[in-house]
């Protein structure tokens, strides 16, 4: 079964640095996501992305995170200069159409010291 | 969006059938009813989808009375590695599901 995949599953990095989040969506797949959970919090939207742009964006989206499709495979989730607070795991989901249901990839955990 | 309510916790055995019902008393009309599973440090993975009546696949069956107020995810002789958080979800279908909020879902502990 096709799979959305997530790299790296885990990246440390210092307040302030610049980290970007790779996953590789299903690949007939068109709507891409990224979600957040903070540990023992609940599963948080943070994007949504189709045909090259932001669909929707949650109010934790903010200026410092930003989304990009480089290529026909990858999907990206840039956070500018990462704070404390941004420690979480991310998961990169994907749907086929608007209403299928999401495909989500087993997460990159991120630790910000 | 419609809000869900469903039990923080379950306990259950090895081959037993488990019942979570979700409740959902503002659910508009076109809303579709989602169960998902997450496991420790993975992303949630889809189970089953609904809008009324019952639907089954080959992992649960999902019940939906008339009033569709609430739902019930069935897994039939659940085994350990069903242990797991399940989360309820109601979207509008055509909304996009970026629209999909998940709450604190439901934690089920599979004994031997």
């Known amino acids: 079964e096709p799979e959305v995949t997530q790299t790296p599953s885990h990246q440390v990095t210092q307040m302030g640095q610049e980290v970007i989040l790779r996953c590789v969506p299903i690949?007939?797949?068109?709507?891409f996501y990224w979600y957040r959970q903070i540990l023992g919090q609940k599963v948080e939207f943070l994007v949504s992305f189709y045909n090259n742009e932001i669909s929707e964006k949650s109010e934790i989206f903010d200026d410092q995170f930003s989304v990009e499709r480089p290529d026909g495979s990858n999907f990206t989730l840039k956070i500018r200069s990462t704070k404390l607070e941004d420690s979480a795991m991310y998961f990169c989901?994907?749907?086929?159409?608007?209403?299928?249901?999401?495909?989500f990839g087993n997460g990159t955990r991120l630790t910000v010291t | 969006l419609a809000k869900t309510t469903q039990p923080i916790s379950m306990d259950s055995y090895e081959g037993q059938e488990v019942n979570i019902t979700c409740s959902h008393n503002?659910?508009?009309?076109?809303?579709?009813i989602t169960w998902y599973q997450q496991f420790p440090s993975q992303g949630p993975r889809f189970i089953i989808q609904?809008?009324?009546t019952k639907v089954t696949n080959e992992v649960a069956s999902l019940f939906i009375p008339a009033d569709r107020k609430s739902s019930t995810l069935s897994l039939p002789r659940v085994s350990l590695s069903d242990t797991a958080v399940y989360y309820c979800l109601v979207s509008e279908r055509g909304s996009g599901y970026s629209t999909l909020t998940f709450g604190k879902g439901t934690m089920l502990l599979v004994s031997p």
């Open positions: 503002n659910i508009a009309t076109n809303d579709y």
């Open positions: 989901a994907s749907s086929a159409t608007e209403n299928s249901p999401l495909h």
């Open positions: 690949s007939n797949h068109l709507y």
């Open positions: 609904g809008y009324k």
